[in-house]
């Protein structure tokens, strides 16, 4: 039986194989030559660039630019590198709108920035493409790390500790390491397998041998950790989903986005993975977002994203609201969840509008839905860590927790603001700490 966006329930192959192959090409096209030329030639290269204060890893953006700008793009990306190992990725995922791009002069000016996030990937693309590792390995220390969590902390805090010369064994709980970067992405944002081919990149440094399906709390324990490791990073990330709290969560068609995206990023015929006509997804972060995008580009009729609050308040940047709406997403601010309806499966989900300070307004109304998708946030999911912040991990310093010897950076970590960049800063800044400590 042959389905489209008109069928009823959650069915594969709403579209024809031409539309998925278009609707999850590369989300901006990478730069060639003369476009990265003109591009860099916007830039004035301020003496106190305000783009660098809003990097989170403090990449020298005037000077990378320049030297694009001057015939070398290979420099460049050891410019990026040197400050962020995972500079590929962020090129493709990082909020440049919010961040860098936000501050540039040109932006305040005349209201368009420089490429810099573009810009960032055409040199980083150049470098990898011809499989250069421009880092060297220092000499053994003799010393042994592990880090667990090979998600974008991990990878960071990993290659930096290696860079120094120390062994580090790098564990993963998933098949493949990654962990956001490959998981956790929308499809279109990262095409061809980059996650992957990053990671094999960032591998080339030596000395960190990579162990998967390993676990902290199942597999592994941090005490066990602690007495065969010199020291130990956690970049463990959040593994556990919110539940919204409502009666007939359990139902059929009710799912967690981050495992619809996980499960879209691993598929190897989007054709075949079942979508639902009539898909609401609730949250608004970027989670929200990219499962909403990716629903609707797999097929489905109708794509509503449901938050509480106002645009204003949403996790996911203006840029990011405007795309979903340019592929046809339907976003409702101030309206939370009060009920779930079907028997059996989700058949609509029931909301009430709230004023600016989350307060009920009477006012209600349904949303039909074969497919809900909660996207309110992530918690922490292990056992026996160190003492918690709120719902993270304390830190103080560079990742320093409250057990001797254990240092933790990412989205585990209090304090950050869960974006790829930060927890990239965060495990480099931990890896220094830990070298410090461990040559003292």
Not at 61 to 81: K, M, N, V, Y
Not at 246 to 262: Q, R
Not at 362 to 379: M, S, T, V
Request: negative net charge; proline residues 4%.
């Amino acid at each position: 039986m042959t389905h489209n966006a008109l069928s009823p329930g959650i069915v594969p192959g709403r579209l024809q194989a031409q539309d998925y192959e278009e609707n999850f090409a590369d989300l901006h096209e990478p730069l060639d030559d003369h476009e990265a030329l003109v591009a860099a030639d916007r830039c004035y290269f301020c003496h106190d660039a305000p783009c660098i204060t809003a990097c989170p890893t403090d990449i020298d953006i005037p000077l990378f630019i320049r030297q694009i700008a001057t015939g070398t793009p290979e420099a460049a990306a050891e410019t990026i590198l040197g400050q962020n190992i995972l500079g590929g990725m962020c090129a493709r995922v990082c909020p440049t709108e919010t961040l860098c791009e936000e501050v540039c002069v040109r932006e305040v000016a005349e209201g368009k920035p420089v490429l810099i996030g573009q810009l960032q990937r055409y040199a980083t693309d150049t470098l990898m493409a011809k499989g250069k590792h421009p880092f060297k390995r220092a000499e053994p220390t003799g010393k042994r790390v592990a880090v667990v969590g090979a998600g974008p902390a991990g990878l960071s805090c990993a290659h930096r500790l290696a860079m120094h010369g120390h062994d580090v064994a790098l564990y993963d709980g998933r098949e493949k390491p990654g962990g956001l970067n490959e998981y956790g992405i929308a499809a279109y944002k990262t095409v061809g397998g980059f996650a992957q081919a990053e990671v094999d990149w960032l591998l080339q440094i030596g000395g960190i041998k990579v162990e998967t399906g390993k676990r902290l709390g199942r597999d592994l324990s941090l005490d066990a950790l602690r007495d065969q490791y010199d020291a130990v990073f956690l970049g463990v990330g959040l593994g556990g989903v919110n539940a919204l709290g409502l009666e007939a969560e359990d139902k059929d068609g009710i799912a967690d986005a981050v495992d619809f995206i996980a499960e879209l990023r691993q598929a190897s015929d989007l054709s075949a993975l079942p979508v639902g006509r009539d898909v609401v997804v609730i949250g608004g972060g970027m989670t929200a977002v990219d499962a909403a995008v990716q629903a609707k580009l797999l097929g489905a009729l109708n794509v509503s994203l449901v938050y509480r609050r106002g645009r204003d308040r949403m996790n996911a940047s203006v840029y990011e609201q405007d795309l979903a709406a340019s592929k046809g997403v339907r976003i409702i601010t101030n309206a939370t969840p009060v009920a779930i309806h079907g028997n059996g499966a989700v058949r609509e989900v029931e909301f009430e509008y709230t004023d600016d300070t989350l307060a009920p307004t009477g006012e209600r109304f349904r949303l039909p839905a074969d497919q809900l998708f909660k996207a309110i946030g992530q918690a922490l999911d292990a056992d026996g860590l160190p003492k918690l912040d709120g719902r993270k991990i304390a830190v103080t310093g560079a990742g320093r927790t409250s057990v001797e010897r254990v240092w933790a950076g990412g989205d585990c970590a209090a304090g950050g603001d869960d974006l790829t960049v930060t927890a990239v800063a965060e495990g480099r800044d931990a890896a220094e700490d830990i070298h410090a400590s461990l040559v003292s």
